[in-house]
C-alpha cells in the first residue's frame, strides 16, 4: 500500500484568495519511508505572502518570484502521487487548497476518500489532546527541536514519524510476509494494515546440534518408558533431527 504523507504553506487562510507557494511530501511504502519525496516552491503570482503567514513559515515574496507557478508543476505533483492516499496533519485545510489550485487550472479534485486525516485521527487516539503535530512530537518522543518555522517538507518528515507511531509504530509484527519482487522492487499489493517486514530466508547451512549424544540417548531412554501412547513418541528421536 502506498501513502504519501504530505504538507503545504500558503499566502494565507483563504483559499479562495490565497495560494499554495510550498508543497513537500514522503513516500510511504506498506507505513515504511521509502526515501523518494517531493518538494516544490510555487510562485503565486499576483497573491502576495500575508505577514501573518510570513511569521509562520518565513517564505517571501521576493524568494518565491522565479518560481515556477502551480499550472507548471501540477503535473509533477499529481504523477508523484499517483494513486497513493493523500495524508496531512488538519486535511480539510491542505486539500481545500489542492483542490482550489485543481480547479483553477480545470483539472478535477482529489475525493475524499482518497485523504487521511492525521488530526482526525489523533482526536479519536487522544481526546483529551493537544493535538498539534509539535504536541504529538511531544508524546511520542519525535525529536522536533530543529523546527523553528514551519516548513513542508520538514513537517511531512515530523508527521510521517507521528503517523507511523500513532497505526501501531515500528514494533515487528508475529507473521512475517514474504515480499514478491514486483514493479520498483516493492512487491504485490498487500492487504491496507498489513506491514511487510521481511523476507524469510532459509539457513545456507543448519545450525549444529546442541543436544549430545549421550543426551538423546537418555531421552529415547526414557520415551520408552513411557510407552506407544507417551506424546514424545510422535516426535521421533532428537539424535536424528
Same mark, same amino acid.
Given at each position: 500500500?502506498?501513502?504519501? #504523507?504530505?504538507? @503545504?504553506?500558503?499566502?494565507?487562510?483563504?483559499? %479562495?484568495?490565497? *495560494? #499554495?507557494?510550498?508543497?513537500?511530501?514522503? !513516500?510511504?511504502?506498506?507505513?515504511?519511508?521509502?526515501?523518494?519525496?517531493?518538494?516544490?516552491?510555487?510562485?503565486?503570482?499576483?497573491?502576495?505572502?500575508?505577514?501573518?503567514?510570513?511569521?509562520?513559515?518565513?517564505?517571501?515574496?521576493?524568494?518565491? /518570484?522565479?518560481?515556477?507557478?502551480?499550472?507548471?508543476?501540477?503535473?509533477?505533483?499529481?504523477?508523484?502521487?499517483?494513486? =497513493?492516499?493523500?495524508?496531512?496533519?488538519?486535511? @480539510?485545510?491542505?486539500?481545500?487548497?489542492?483542490? =482550489? !489550485?485543481?480547479?483553477?487550472?480545470?483539472?478535477?479534485?482529489?475525493?475524499? $476518500? %482518497?485523504?487521511?486525516?492525521?488530526?482526525?485521527?489523533? *482526536? %479519536?487516539?487522544?481526546?483529551?489532546?493537544?493535538?498539534?503535530?509539535?504536541?504529538?512530537? %511531544?508524546?511520542?518522543?519525535?525529536?522536533?527541536?530543529? *523546527?523553528?518555522?514551519?516548513?513542508?517538507?520538514?513537517?511531512?518528515?515530523?508527521?510521517?514519524? +507521528?503517523? #507511523? !507511531?500513532?497505526?501501531?509504530?515500528?514494533?515487528?509484527?508475529?507473521?512475517?510476509?514474504?515480499? @514478491?519482487?514486483?514493479?520498483?522492487?516493492?512487491?504485490?499489493?498487500?492487504?491496507?494494515?498489513?506491514?511487510?517486514?521481511?523476507?524469510?530466508?532459509?539457513?545456507? *547451512?543448519?545450525?549444529?546440534?546442541?543436544?549430545?549424544?549421550?543426551?538423546?540417548?537418555?531421552? $529415547?531412554?526414557? +520415551? =520408552?518408558?513411557?510407552? !506407544? /501412547?507417551?506424546?514424545?513418541?510422535?516426535?521421533?528421536?532428537?539424535?536424528?533431527?
Amino acid at each position: 500500500m502506498r501513502e504519501i #504523507i504530505f504538507d @503545504t504553506e500558503t499566502t494565507g487562510l483563504d483559499n %479562495r484568495a490565497d *495560494r #499554495i507557494i510550498e508543497i513537500g511530501g514522503i !513516500e510511504l511504502f506498506n507505513h515504511f519511508p521509502t526515501g523518494n519525496v517531493i518538494h516544490i516552491f510555487i510562485n503565486p503570482g499576483d497573491q502576495k505572502v500575508h505577514p501573518d503567514a510570513l511569521a509562520v513559515h518565513g517564505i517571501t515574496d521576493e524568494f518565491l /518570484k522565479d518560481k515556477k507557478p502551480f499550472a507548471e508543476v501540477a503535473e509533477e505533483i499529481l504523477a508523484f502521487f499517483g494513486d =497513493a492516499k493523500w495524508i496531512a496533519h488538519n486535511a @480539510t485545510f491542505d486539500m481545500g487548497f489542492i483542490n =482550489a !489550485e485543481l480547479a483553477r487550472i480545470g483539472l478535477p479534485p482529489i475525493l475524499p $476518500e %482518497r485523504v487521511v486525516d492525521t488530526l482526525s485521527m489523533a *482526536r %479519536r487516539k487522544h481526546p483529551m489532546g493537544p493535538n498539534s503535530l509539535d504536541a504529538l512530537c %511531544r508524546r511520542y518522543g519525535i525529536d522536533n527541536s530543529h *523546527r523553528t518555522k514551519h516548513g513542508a517538507l520538514l513537517d511531512s518528515e515530523l508527521l510521517a514519524e +507521528v503517523y #507511523i !507511531e500513532m497505526i501501531g509504530g515500528r514494533q515487528a509484527a508475529f507473521g512475517l510476509s514474504t515480499a @514478491t519482487s514486483g514493479q520498483n522492487g516493492r512487491g504485490d499489493a498487500a492487504e491496507e494494515d498489513d506491514v511487510v517486514i521481511a523476507s524469510v530466508l532459509e539457513r545456507p *547451512r543448519p545450525l549444529a546440534p546442541r543436544l549430545s549424544q549421550s543426551e538423546a540417548q537418555a531421552h $529415547e531412554a526414557l +520415551v =520408552a518408558k513411557l510407552g !506407544e /501412547k507417551g506424546i514424545w513418541a510422535k516426535y521421533g528421536s532428537p539424535a536424528a533431527q
